[in-house]
């Protein structure tokens, strides 16, 4: 069956543009992640939804981030107002039900350029 | 808290030798720990996980990885290196009192280079 897609794969932006990131789970998956994947500072998870809700937004960067979840499937991830320390790849993963133990399924990912 | 740490930022074998990958955990609770490959500009890949099963946990390509609770060790083996090996390794650690909401935490990651 598919698996995660993101879209773009690539995103090239200037400083101060807002970009959106787009992530389809897999189909019946109802737990989706956000993680970001740069030089400095590895793989650090973001956000997390359980259905459409995230209860926890701390691990968000700053509240230039934002993050949306709609109908238990897509989700987006905002950035505003990019600065060139945002430039990284951006993953997606999804799991069947958000247990610690599941296997988290991840997407190809979203590579963001912010000159 | 819980913490990853993976000994060795690269690792180089000949092809046909064996592959060690090393990492330590910490976990105030029983983890579920993971083994993930990111080929170049490739996704994440589940190699195999432990979910307080049988300690020694069998994965895909012939990769196999034995946690030790005294040693806080989830070590990755392979008998024979293949070139198709050559990728980056990230050791993960998933806390079960978060549930998922806490989401992965990953290791800096192993570089795997497998010579001719």
């Known amino acids: 069956g598919a698996g995660v897609s993101q879209s773009p794969s690539n995103k090239v932006t200037e400083k101060g543009k807002d970009v959106e990131l787009r992530c389809d789970p897999i189909?019946?998956?109802?737990?989706l992640y956000w993680y970001r994947q740069s030089l400095g500072q590895g793989l650090e998870f973001l956000i997390y939804?359980?259905?459409?809700?995230?209860?926890?937004k701390s691990g968000l960067p700053s509240d230039r981030f934002s993050a949306e979840r709609t109908g238990g499937s897509v989700s987006t991830l905002t950035i505003q107002r990019t600065q060139q320390e945002d430039s990284a790849v951006y993953l997606c993963?999804?799991?069947?039900?958000?247990?610690?133990?599941?296997?988290?399924?991840f997407g190809p990912g979203t590579r963001l350029l912010v000159l | 808290a819980q913490s990853v740490t993976q000994l060795d930022s690269h690792v180089s074998v000949s092809e046909g030798t064996p592959v060690l990958l090393r990492c330590n955990y910490s976990?105030?609770?029983?983890?579920?720990l993971f083994w993930y490959v990111q080929h170049p500009n490739k996704g994440l890949q589940l190699l195999l996980k432990?979910?307080?099963?049988?300690?020694l946990v069998k994965g895909i390509n012939g990769f196999e990885a034995e946690f030790k609770k005294s040693e806080t060790s989830f070590h990755l083996t392979k008998p024979s290196a293949h070139m198709s090996d050559a990728a980056e390794y990230f050791c993960?650690?998933?806390?079960?009192?978060?549930?998922?909401?806490?989401?992965?935490?990953f290791g800096k990651g192993t570089h795997l280079i497998i010579q001719p």
């Open positions: 976990s105030s609770y029983s983890p579920s």
């Open positions: 993960v650690v998933s806390d079960p009192l978060g549930g998922g909401a806490d989401g992965l935490t």
């Open positions: 189909s019946g998956h109802t737990a």
């Open positions: 432990y979910t307080s099963a049988a300690t």
């Open positions: 939804f359980q259905g459409n809700s995230a209860p926890d």
């Open positions: 993963a999804s799991s069947l039900a958000g247990t610690s133990s599941e296997t988290q399924y």
